[in-house]
């Protein structure tokens, strides 16, 4: 009742905090859940190292793309008006994203 009365600022309450804690409190009463959370703290270091390199072609390879097919992908209006394509190498954002699609 009290959170409930309380809760009108909108942020986590200090009660909700510690409820939260309480999955630490049945990872030392369960051996498997332990285990499966140490594997994956494990795992998260190739993760990041894959995501990195991951990164690094995605930012290599739309700096390629904005040297060969920089300012081509437009559209010709009858009027003689280009419109850029929504997948384009103009800028780096756009490779960026154009690259990971």
Known sequence: VWE?????DGGLSVLRTF???????LVRFLPALR????VLMKTMDNVA????LLMLFIFTFSILGMHLFGCKFS???ENGD???DRKNFDSLLWA???VFQ
């Open 4 to 8: 409930i009365i309380g809760q009108a």
């Open 19 to 25: 409820r939260l804690l309480r999955v630490l409190k």
């Open 35 to 38: 285990r499966q959370l140490v």
């Open 49 to 52: 190292t894959f995501c990195m």
């Open 75 to 77: 559209l010709r209006m």
């Open 82 to 84: 280009t419109i850029p």
């Open 96 to 98: 960026i994203v154009t």
